[in-house]
């Protein structure tokens, strides 16, 4: 695992944020090299107590951060917040910019007292008619079209993870490289907006086209209109799902051999890929039947050999077994204050072809407050009024 490859080591980035969006940007800053600073209010960040699939939030974004608690009801808290961001390169926020204001963050006086600040803000929408309205990620798959495409029809269904939020956040740390250059010749920053909409927008921008090239809406996924002769879900002997594409000719004529479907090869109306593809009504099934009647394993090593496109219908669970995930570099070990360990996958490239660490610990809340806040000249007193409530609460 490579820990020498940290480009951005030296850049110093506030982070403000909460839920996905906002943290992984500053997660991905951070397995970049970056020191990752996160603001906290007292009580600290709601997402540290999230329970069921909102359980991971907070440790798996906020992996290798340093936590600083400040109050910012407080004249004291903000001042601090102030100080702190003089020290910085990059401030990552995902609130709303009246929220901001009240705590001391607005933007517009940002951009002038610290003209070499980067502002990466993570918004619900951009700029414009949507711009001050509240926006999930479910919102925005339904708001875009992503929903329809995704489930049956007259059952739109979100996509199986907090896709635009993570991919949205990978655009704000996208954008921030793209400044960070921009300021080795101009010594000025920018201010940034990601939005979530516009993010999830550019998801389904292959089905406006269509529509748009076309005249035609396209038919959600699980109805739309096949382009290959095989391109399914079947069941194996063994009781397993396995999804089985032939895409081209060599792979049609390679899985109608090993399953021995010799009078689909010697059928006059499929020898053509278009007659191929409009008699899936009835080969499907045959195809089907042939699957069905072999050990997943059997076919995993074929379809390997053979170079077909395959997969086992895999949980994300799974992913802890699957020897691909875990080779050296596939995942990274994170621990959490408590002691516990998580594991969880590292960035999905390599350099010089070795995967990055990724990861680092969770921090405790309030952990890095004195430290931090004492390199900037804040002494026992005005830290403690810095922190405000954290402090009485202790």
Known sequence: MDQSFRPLEGIRVVEMSHMIMGPSCGMFLGMLG???????????DKTRNLTGMGRP???LFNRGKKSVQLDLKSEEGRRALDALLATADVFVENFRDAS??????????????HPRLIIASHKGFLSGPYQDRTA?????????????????????????????????????AFSVLAVLMERKETGKGRSLRVGLFENCLLLVAQHMV?????????????????????????????GRQMFVGAVTEGQWTALCQLLGLDELLADPGLQ??????????????????AIASRQSEQLAEAFEKLGIPYSPIAKPSDMYSDPHVMRPGGLATSRLPDGQSFRAPSLP??????????GGDVPALGQDTGAVLGSLGLDAEAIGKAQGAARKAA
Do not use: C, H
């Open 57 to 59: 939030f907070f440790p």
């Open 349 to 358: 490239f390599d350099v010089d072809g070795i995967m990055l660490t990724g």
């Open 100 to 113: 901001l204001s009240k705590m001391g963050a607005d933007l517009d006086e940002l951009r002038t007292r």
């Open 210 to 238: 269509q529509f748009e090239l076309e005249g035609t809406n396209p038919p959600p996924m699980p109805e739309r209109t096949f382009s290959w002769p095989v391109y399914d879900i079947f069941d194996t002997a063994d």
């Open 136 to 172: 999930l990620d479910e919102v925005v798959q339904m708001m875009t079209g992503l929903a329809y495409m995704t489930g049956p029809t007259g059952r739109p269904l979100r996509v199986g993870s907090s896709a635009n939020d993570i991919m949205g956040g990978l655009f704000g």
């Open 34 to 44: 970056a020191e990752v600073i996160k603001v906290e209010p007292p009580e600290g």
């Open 272 to 289: 053509a890929r278009m007659d191929q593809i409009d008699a899936r009504a009835r080969t499907i099934p045959i195809v089907a039947r």
